[in-house]
């Protein structure tokens, strides 16, 4: 084996593993995954519940299934996978420091790929009231607890959100006998598509919409939570837990401490339609690019992303040169991705831009560039809805252009 490493990916997610498997079908020689916690898969290892691998395998899996199949396959094809390595510092051209079991290590890759995904938002950011008790988790830590530590944190937790993961939170915690007493939401619908608002009420937790968390009770560990309704009442829910569940923003602390350029709007790294970072050593895949898609999706980026990857090293993607830039210019829209799109001749890129808005949003959506409307189109979206825009409406414009994205209401 060569001692040059062609491509490094941080984190070893399913956008990880897809990029790694497809690069060396690519006949890219040495692509190394590297992962933080002592065993690969990302975030599907502790989602101990279906539905996994409908698109790669076209199999029903559960979360760790689904992680296994993906590791076991890298392994086979010669993807290298160092778990229990922490990528402490990213630098420019591509030089990463490594915090191992055995020390500090240095790689020089040719490329590097982030596919370090999302977390869930802490407390600590969430402004909550009240002591600071033992009990009070994301759903990420809840199903590490079950699913890996076969341990139960609490017995009676209240939920906090409606996301789709709140969701997974119910049956992670039906999974291991805990019996939610409550699952709130301050705003007045459930966040996660119909008819997932439903499952609360047939297994029996009672859904409290336009309700917000005011603070955790409770010194040693948590004993209630205050709730304040939309009329202004307060009132306690006894409970021995809380979960904070979604919220969800891009791991990009490492690139943070960097030197890449961090998109104000998605929170990950700014890219172009290759995945291309501000350093072009660097490439971003998966969730760690906007909050937050599933792992099918996730996957399917990475693979995309390995054929740009490995284009590049092949020298037959055009470099960095005039760039049109995307923002979101309207609080309705929450995000769009990629933010900027490379005007170069070269290999096909993303074939669509990613946008997400925050709230119900009828009317239209207007790319605008200073005065000029350059096209619009109908938009009738919800915040848990994916809207895809052909990349080719941007790139008509041909020139450099900052394009913004606006919406004009109904
Ligand atoms: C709690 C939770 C539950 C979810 N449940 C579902 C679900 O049921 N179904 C679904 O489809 N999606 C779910 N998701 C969405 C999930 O993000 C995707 O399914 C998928 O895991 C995204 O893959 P990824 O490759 O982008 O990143 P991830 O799977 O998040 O993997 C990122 C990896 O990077 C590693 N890492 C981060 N920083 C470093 C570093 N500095 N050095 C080394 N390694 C690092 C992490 O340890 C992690 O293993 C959930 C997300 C969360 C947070």
Same mark, same amino acid.
């Given at each position: 084996?060569?001692?040059?490493?062609?491509?490094?990916?941080?984190?070893?997610?399913?956008?990880?593993?897809?990029?790694?498997?497809?690069?060396?079908?690519?006949?890219?020689?040495?692509?190394?995954?590297?992962?933080?916690?002592?065993?690969?898969?990302?975030?599907?290892?502790?989602?101990?519940?279906?539905?996994?691998?409908?698109?790669?395998?076209?199999?029903?899996?559960?979360?760790?299934?689904?992680?296994?199949?993906?590791?076991?396959?890298?392994?086979?094809?010669?993807?290298?996978?160092?778990?229990?390595?922490?990528?402490?510092?990213?630098?420019?051209?591509?030089?990463?420091?490594?915090?191992?079991?055995?020390?500090?290590?240095?790689?020089?890759?040719?490329?590097?790929?982030?596919?370090?995904?999302?977390?869930?938002?802490?407390?600590?950011?969430?402004?909550?009231?009240?002591?600071?008790?033992?009990?009070?988790?994301?759903?990420?830590?809840?199903?590490?607890?079950?699913?890996?530590?076969?341990?139960?944190?609490?017995?009676?937790?209240?939920?906090?959100?409606?996301?789709?993961?709140?969701?997974?939170?119910?049956?992670?915690?039906?999974?291991?006998?805990?019996?939610?007493?409550?699952?709130?939401?301050?705003?007045?619908?459930?966040?996660?598509?119909?008819?997932?608002?439903?499952?609360?009420?047939?297994?029996?937790?009672?859904?409290?919409?336009?309700?917000?968390?005011?603070?955790?009770?409770?010194?040693?560990?948590?004993?209630?939570?205050?709730?304040?309704?939309?009329?202004?009442?307060?009132?306690?829910?006894?409970?021995?837990?809380?979960?904070?569940?979604? %919220?969800?923003?891009?791991? =990009? +602390?490492?690139?943070?401490? @960097?030197? *890449? /350029?961090?998109?104000? #709007?998605?929170?990950?790294? &700014?890219?172009?339609?290759?995945?291309?970072?501000?350093?072009?050593?660097?490439?971003?895949?998966?969730?760690?690019?906007?909050?937050?898609?599933?792992?099918?999706?996730?996957?399917?980026?990475?693979? %995309?992303?390995?054929?740009? =990857? +490995?284009?590049?090293?092949? @020298?037959? *993607? /055009?470099?960095?040169? #005039?760039?049109?830039?995307? &923002?979101?210019?309207?609080?309705?829209?929450?995000?769009?991705?990629?933010?900027?799109?490379?005007?170069?001749?070269?290999?096909?890129?993303?074939?669509?831009?990613?946008?997400?808005?925050?709230?119900?949003?009828?009317?239209?959506? =207007? +790319?605008?560039?200073?005065?000029?409307? *350059?096209?619009?189109?109908?938009?009738?979206?919800?915040?848990?809805?994916?809207?895809?825009?052909?990349?080719?409406?941007?790139?008509?414009?041909?020139?450099?252009?900052?394009?913004?994205?606006?919406?004009?209401?109904?």
């Amino acid at each position: 084996m060569t001692d040059q490493i062609d491509v490094a990916i941080i984190g070893s997610g399913p956008s990880s593993l897809s990029a790694a498997i497809e690069l060396k079908a690519l006949g890219i020689a040495r692509v190394v995954v590297l992962e933080r916690d002592p065993e690969a898969g990302g975030i599907p290892r502790h989602c101990g519940h279906p539905p996994f691998g409908i698109r790669e395998f076209k199999r029903v899996l559960t979360g760790p299934q689904y992680a296994r199949k993906l590791v076991a396959t890298a392994r086979l094809v010669g993807v290298e996978i160092r778990t229990s390595t922490t990528v402490v510092e990213a630098r420019p051209d591509g030089k990463l420091l490594l915090a191992t079991k055995d020390g500090v290590a240095e790689i020089a890759p040719r490329r590097v790929i982030y596919a370090t995904g999302v977390r869930e938002t802490p407390r600590s950011c969430r402004f909550i009231t009240g002591p600071r008790p033992l009990g009070v988790v994301n759903t990420g830590a809840l199903q590490s607890t079950v699913y890996l530590q076969d341990r139960t944190p609490f017995e009676r937790p209240v939920i906090i959100g409606t996301e789709l993961v709140s969701f997974s939170a119910i049956m992670t915690c039906r999974h291991a006998g805990i019996k939610p007493v409550a699952m709130i939401e301050a705003n007045e619908g459930v966040t996660a598509r119909w008819p997932t608002g439903l499952f609360p009420r047939i297994v029996g937790v009672p859904l409290h919409l336009g309700t917000r968390l005011s603070a955790i009770l409770g010194n040693r560990s948590v004993t209630g939570v205050e709730v304040v309704d939309r009329a202004g009442n307060h009132r306690v829910i006894n409970c021995d837990g809380v979960i904070l569940s979604g %919220q969800f923003t891009p791991e =990009v +602390a490492l690139a943070r401490c @960097g030197h *890449l /350029a961090v998109d104000a #709007a998605t929170k990950g790294p &700014v890219v172009d339609q290759y995945g291309r970072c501000s350093d072009p050593c660097y490439f971003a895949t998966g969730n760690v690019l906007r909050p937050v898609e599933t792992a099918g999706w996730s996957w399917n980026e990475g693979r %995309q992303t390995a054929r740009w =990857v +490995a284009a590049d090293l092949a @020298g037959d *993607l /055009a470099p960095v040169g #005039a760039e049109i830039e995307v &923002v979101a210019a309207d609080p309705v829209i929450r995000y769009v991705v990629p933010q900027r799109l490379s005007l170069a001749a070269g290999s096909a890129g993303m074939k669509h831009l990613q946008l997400r808005v925050t709230r119900r949003a009828k009317g239209t959506l =207007v +790319a605008m560039c200073g005065d000029q409307t *350059l096209w619009k189109m109908p938009l009738n979206a919800r915040p848990e809805r994916r809207i895809l825009v052909p990349v080719g409406k941007f790139t008509a414009a041909g020139k450099p252009v900052k394009i913004e994205l606006k919406f004009i209401a109904e």
